[in-house]
Protein backbone atom coordinates (compact mmCIF):
# COMPACT_ATOMS: atom_id res chain seq x y z
CA UNK A 1 0.00 0.00 0.00
CA UNK A 2 1.51 3.34 -0.88
CA UNK A 3 2.00 6.02 1.73
CA UNK A 4 0.10 8.64 -0.40
CA UNK A 5 -2.83 8.34 -1.68
CA UNK A 6 -3.31 10.58 -4.94
CA UNK A 7 -6.91 11.61 -6.20
CA UNK A 8 -8.93 11.69 -8.51
CA UNK A 9 -6.78 8.45 -10.33
CA UNK A 10 -8.29 9.95 -13.76
CA UNK A 11 -9.55 13.41 -14.69
CA UNK A 12 -10.76 14.68 -17.67
CA UNK A 13 -11.10 18.16 -18.57
CA UNK A 14 -11.69 20.68 -21.42
CA UNK A 15 -8.83 23.16 -22.49
CA UNK A 16 -8.56 25.96 -20.53
CA UNK A 17 -10.24 24.49 -17.30
CA UNK A 18 -8.86 24.63 -14.10
CA UNK A 19 -7.84 21.19 -12.56
CA UNK A 20 -6.48 20.57 -8.80
CA UNK A 21 -5.03 17.37 -8.26
CA UNK A 22 -4.55 16.16 -4.29
CA UNK A 23 -2.19 14.36 -2.53
CA UNK A 24 -2.70 12.91 0.95
CA UNK A 25 0.24 11.51 2.87
CA UNK A 26 -0.59 8.69 5.20
CA UNK A 27 2.33 9.88 7.81
CA UNK A 28 3.91 13.14 8.58
CA UNK A 29 6.45 14.37 6.29
CA UNK A 30 7.71 17.15 5.50
CA UNK A 31 9.05 17.30 2.14
CA UNK A 32 6.89 17.09 -0.73
CA UNK A 33 7.14 17.04 -5.12
CA UNK A 34 5.45 16.97 -7.59
CA UNK A 35 6.64 14.95 -11.01
CA UNK A 36 4.56 14.52 -14.36
CA UNK A 37 5.39 12.00 -17.22
CA UNK A 38 3.82 12.20 -20.78
CA UNK A 39 3.03 9.10 -21.94
CA UNK A 40 6.10 6.78 -22.48
CA UNK A 41 8.49 9.77 -21.93
CA UNK A 42 10.84 10.07 -18.66
CA UNK A 43 9.85 11.36 -15.00
CA UNK A 44 9.68 15.13 -14.72
CA UNK A 45 10.33 17.44 -11.81
CA UNK A 46 8.08 19.68 -11.60
CA UNK A 47 8.35 21.47 -7.87
CA UNK A 48 9.72 20.78 -4.53
CA UNK A 49 7.44 22.02 -1.47
CA UNK A 50 9.24 21.99 2.43
CA UNK A 51 8.14 24.20 5.42
CA UNK A 52 4.61 24.73 3.54
CA UNK A 53 6.85 27.19 0.85
CA UNK A 54 8.48 26.19 -2.66
CA UNK A 55 11.55 25.42 -2.32
CA UNK A 56 12.01 24.62 -5.94
CA UNK A 57 10.69 24.61 -9.22
CA UNK A 58 11.16 23.89 -12.75
CA UNK A 59 11.17 25.84 -16.13
CA UNK A 60 7.96 23.70 -16.36
CA UNK A 61 6.14 24.86 -13.39
CA UNK A 62 4.75 28.41 -15.23
CA UNK A 63 2.69 30.75 -13.17
CA UNK A 64 -0.29 28.60 -14.48
CA UNK A 65 0.99 25.80 -11.54
CA UNK A 66 0.35 26.22 -8.16
CA UNK A 67 1.01 24.08 -4.92
CA UNK A 68 -0.66 24.34 -1.58
CA UNK A 69 -0.91 22.60 1.69
CA UNK A 70 -3.95 24.26 2.83
CA UNK A 71 -4.71 22.02 6.01
CA UNK A 72 -1.57 20.96 7.08
CA UNK A 73 -2.06 17.74 5.38
CA UNK A 74 -3.41 18.01 1.93
CA UNK A 75 -0.93 18.58 -1.07
CA UNK A 76 -2.42 20.39 -4.22
CA UNK A 77 -1.13 20.98 -7.61
CA UNK A 78 -3.30 23.58 -9.23
CA UNK A 79 -3.63 24.35 -13.12
CA UNK A 80 -5.39 26.93 -13.43
CA UNK A 81 -5.68 27.14 -17.47
CA UNK A 82 -5.37 23.79 -18.83
CA UNK A 83 -3.36 23.11 -22.07
CA UNK A 84 -3.23 19.96 -24.25
CA UNK A 85 -0.02 19.57 -23.61
CA UNK A 86 -0.41 19.60 -19.75
CA UNK A 87 -1.81 15.78 -20.67
CA UNK A 88 0.36 13.27 -18.39
CA UNK A 89 0.80 11.17 -15.09
CA UNK A 90 0.88 13.46 -12.56
CA UNK A 91 2.96 12.11 -8.82
CA UNK A 92 3.35 13.44 -5.61
CA UNK A 93 6.16 12.46 -4.00
CA UNK A 94 7.64 12.39 -0.65
CA UNK A 95 10.53 11.84 1.17
CA UNK A 96 11.97 11.32 4.95
CA UNK A 97 13.63 13.65 6.80
CA UNK A 98 17.07 11.71 7.51
CA UNK A 99 20.14 12.37 5.30
CA UNK A 100 20.07 10.59 1.62
CA UNK A 101 16.35 9.15 1.47
CA UNK A 102 14.14 7.81 -1.60
CA UNK A 103 11.48 9.22 -3.33
CA UNK A 104 8.06 7.40 -2.69
CA UNK A 105 5.77 8.00 -5.29
CA UNK A 106 1.85 8.11 -5.03
CA UNK A 107 -0.16 5.80 -7.68
CA UNK A 108 -0.51 9.00 -9.58
CA UNK A 109 -3.70 11.11 -11.32
CA UNK A 110 -3.66 10.53 -15.16
CA UNK A 111 -4.86 14.11 -16.69
CA UNK A 112 -6.57 14.05 -20.13
CA UNK A 113 -6.98 17.64 -21.75
CA UNK A 114 -8.94 17.38 -24.51
CA UNK B 1 21.19 18.26 -15.70
CA UNK B 2 19.49 15.06 -16.90
CA UNK B 3 21.52 11.40 -16.29
CA UNK B 4 21.99 9.64 -19.58
CA UNK B 5 20.99 6.13 -19.71
CA UNK B 6 22.06 3.61 -22.05
CA UNK B 7 20.61 0.84 -23.73
CA UNK B 8 17.54 2.47 -24.31
CA UNK B 9 15.78 -0.75 -24.30
CA UNK B 10 16.59 -4.32 -24.25
CA UNK B 11 15.08 -7.62 -24.69
CA UNK B 12 15.82 -10.69 -22.72
CA UNK B 13 14.87 -14.25 -22.48
CA UNK B 14 14.16 -15.42 -18.69
CA UNK B 15 17.00 -16.29 -17.11
CA UNK B 16 19.74 -14.37 -19.18
CA UNK B 17 21.77 -11.13 -17.30
CA UNK B 18 21.48 -7.27 -18.34
CA UNK B 19 23.47 -4.30 -17.67
CA UNK B 20 21.39 -0.84 -17.36
CA UNK B 21 24.23 2.08 -17.52
CA UNK B 22 23.81 5.56 -16.16
CA UNK B 23 25.89 8.29 -16.50
CA UNK B 24 26.87 12.05 -15.56
CA UNK B 25 28.90 14.78 -16.88
CA UNK B 26 28.53 16.25 -13.50
CA UNK B 27 29.89 14.66 -10.30
CA UNK B 28 27.71 12.09 -8.73
CA UNK B 29 27.46 11.82 -4.99
CA UNK B 30 24.16 9.70 -5.43
CA UNK B 31 22.72 7.85 -7.65
CA UNK B 32 19.02 6.67 -7.24
CA UNK B 33 17.56 3.40 -9.01
CA UNK B 34 13.70 3.08 -9.71
CA UNK B 35 11.49 0.75 -11.61
CA UNK B 36 8.09 1.40 -13.20
CA UNK B 37 5.50 -0.73 -14.47
CA UNK B 38 3.44 -0.19 -17.28
CA UNK B 39 0.61 2.18 -15.67
CA UNK B 40 2.31 2.30 -11.87
CA UNK B 41 4.20 4.82 -9.81
CA UNK B 42 8.43 4.55 -9.89
CA UNK B 43 8.97 1.97 -6.88
CA UNK B 44 12.42 2.59 -5.33
CA UNK B 45 14.76 -0.06 -5.80
CA UNK B 46 18.47 1.13 -4.28
CA UNK B 47 20.64 4.48 -3.56
CA UNK B 48 24.17 4.30 -3.80
CA UNK B 49 26.08 6.94 -1.73
CA UNK B 50 29.80 6.66 -2.06
CA UNK B 51 32.23 5.70 -5.20
CA UNK B 52 32.46 1.97 -5.44
CA UNK B 53 29.58 1.15 -3.99
CA UNK B 54 27.71 -1.61 -4.47
CA UNK B 55 24.55 -2.78 -3.41
CA UNK B 56 21.61 -5.58 -4.00
CA UNK B 57 18.69 -7.20 -3.44
CA UNK B 58 17.77 -10.73 -4.79
CA UNK B 59 19.57 -10.53 -7.83
CA UNK B 60 19.18 -6.78 -8.91
CA UNK B 61 22.39 -5.23 -7.77
CA UNK B 62 23.66 -2.08 -8.53
CA UNK B 63 27.69 -0.09 -8.46
CA UNK B 64 28.81 3.07 -8.37
CA UNK B 65 32.14 4.97 -9.88
CA UNK B 66 32.26 8.38 -8.80
CA UNK B 67 35.50 9.05 -10.41
CA UNK B 68 33.32 7.86 -13.89
CA UNK B 69 30.90 9.43 -13.18
CA UNK B 70 28.40 6.58 -13.56
CA UNK B 71 26.35 4.02 -11.90
CA UNK B 72 25.65 0.53 -13.27
CA UNK B 73 22.31 -1.55 -12.94
CA UNK B 74 22.96 -5.57 -12.69
CA UNK B 75 20.01 -7.37 -13.01
CA UNK B 76 20.99 -11.32 -13.45
CA UNK B 77 19.14 -14.90 -14.26
CA UNK B 78 16.28 -12.34 -14.84
CA UNK B 79 12.79 -13.32 -14.35
CA UNK B 80 9.70 -12.22 -16.07
CA UNK B 81 8.70 -9.72 -12.85
CA UNK B 82 11.53 -8.39 -13.87
CA UNK B 83 10.12 -6.54 -17.08
CA UNK B 84 9.54 -2.73 -16.80
CA UNK B 85 11.18 0.53 -17.04
CA UNK B 86 14.33 1.38 -15.04
CA UNK B 87 14.85 5.08 -14.08
CA UNK B 88 18.18 5.90 -12.74
CA UNK B 89 18.14 9.54 -10.51
CA UNK B 90 20.49 11.89 -9.54
CA UNK B 91 20.54 14.02 -6.92
CA UNK B 92 20.75 18.11 -7.54
CA UNK B 93 19.51 21.78 -5.90
CA UNK B 94 19.39 22.65 -2.53
CA UNK B 95 16.27 20.32 -1.77
CA UNK B 96 17.10 16.79 -2.93
CA UNK B 97 15.61 17.47 -6.67
CA UNK B 98 16.10 13.76 -7.91
CA UNK B 99 16.46 14.25 -12.05
CA UNK B 100 15.88 11.45 -13.66
CA UNK B 101 17.17 9.70 -16.95
CA UNK B 102 15.16 8.63 -19.87
CA UNK B 103 15.00 5.33 -18.93
CA UNK B 104 15.75 1.74 -20.01
CA UNK B 105 13.17 -0.35 -21.58
CA UNK B 106 13.49 -3.92 -20.09
CA UNK B 107 11.67 -6.43 -21.24
CA UNK B 108 11.77 -10.74 -20.44
CA UNK B 109 9.79 -12.77 -22.01
CA UNK B 110 9.42 -16.57 -21.34
Known amino acids: EPEVTQTPSHQVTQMGQEVILRCVPI?????FYWYRQILGQKVEFLVS????????KSEIFDDQFSVERPDGSNFTLKIRSTKLEDSAMYFC????????????FGNGTRLTVT | QQPVQSPQAVILREGEDAVINCSSS?????VHWYRQKHGEAPVFLMI?????EQKGHDKISASFNEKKQQSSLYLTASQLSYSGTYFC???????????FGKGTLLTVNP
Open chain 1, 49 to 56: FYNNEISE
Open chain 1, 93 to 104: AFRGTGGVSPLH
Open chain 2, 48 to 52: LLKGG
Open chain 2, 89 to 99: GTVGGSNYKLT
Open chain 1, 27 to 31: SNHLY
Open chain 2, 26 to 30: KALYS
